[in-house]
């Protein structure tokens, strides 16, 4: 893990619960690592614009693929800033007065700018580390793109500028007189769990489950 710490600036300093803010990479790197998607933010003939996509990291640099037609992986090929959120929601936050009902959660902005990466072998290690973030093991095991699939499909890598974390934990905040309330307060927990497997109606006799698969369902059940 990076021991990397992002320099707190007017663009990524949370001001309101500065104290729930977050600026090393340790902290905010195991939140990009937990999410399959992000949300990329940018401004496109003068329009905000957030597109959800899959992301992935290498090192202090995050993936984002997509089709070489893709307005999103133009836009970032030609070399424009955009902004990349990741949220986890860990719980609801009830407290004893709507106003301090909450969410307990695990976010992550970040700024930067990317570059396509378009030599092969290196385009074909991004495409393995996109594949294996779905699914460890998964990219051994599939079928390689070949040329037409390499050439359909954009890489771009993306420089992490600046970046920010913020998480809330714990019990909801109410007003001292409000804890002699008889209303129920606390945390009704949150998490993202895999379903069985279903198998495609098309599957070929006799192809078995993966173990790789089979774990990686069970890690979150
Ligand atoms: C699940 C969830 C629900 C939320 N619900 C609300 C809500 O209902 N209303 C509300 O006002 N806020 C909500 N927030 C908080 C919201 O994301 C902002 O933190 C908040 O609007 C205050 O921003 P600010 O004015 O301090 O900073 P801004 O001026 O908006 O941002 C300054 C910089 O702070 C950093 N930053 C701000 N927020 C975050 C974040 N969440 N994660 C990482 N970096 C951040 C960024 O780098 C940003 O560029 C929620 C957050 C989450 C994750």
Redesign the pocket.
């Known amino acids: 893990m990076s021991d990397k710490t992002f320099e707190k600036t007017n663009?990524?300093?949370?001001?309101?619960?500065p104290d729930r803010?977050k600026y090393d990479a340790e902290t905010i790197y195991p939140i990009i690592d937990e999410s399959l998607i992000c949300h990329v933010g940018f401004v496109d003939h003068g329009r905000a614009i957030v597109i959800p996509t899959i992301l992935a990291r290498d090192g202090d640099k995050l993936l984002l693929h997509g089709s070489s037609k893709s307005r999103m992986m133009m836009h970032i090929a030609a070399g424009n800033e955009i902004s990349i959120?990741v949220?986890h929601?860990d719980g609801l936050v009830l407290a004893r007065s709507s106003m301090h009902h909450s969410?307990n959660?695990r976010?992550?902005?970040i700024?930067g700018t990317g570059t396509i990466i378009d030599e092969s072998e290196a385009k074909m290690r991004a495409l393995g580390i996109f594949t294996d973030k779905l699914i460890p093991g998964r990219w051994d095991d599939a079928r390689k793109p070949n040329p037409i699939e390499e050439k359909a499909t954009m890489i771009c890598e993306i420089d992490i500028e600046?970046?920010?974390?913020?998480i809330r934990t714990g019990p909801p905040g109410d007003d001292d007189e409000d804890y002699a309330l008889d209303v129920w307060a606390g945390i009704l927990p949150m998490r993202q769990i895999f379903g069985d497997l279903i198998e495609d109606p098309l599957l070929k006799d006799g192809v078995q489950v993966p173990k790789y698969l089979e774990d990686y369902k069970n890690s979150r059940q």
């Open positions: 663009l990524n300093r949370v001001k309101r619960m803010g959120t949220t929601l969410m959660y976010s992550a902005v700024f600046s970046a920010s974390a913020k």
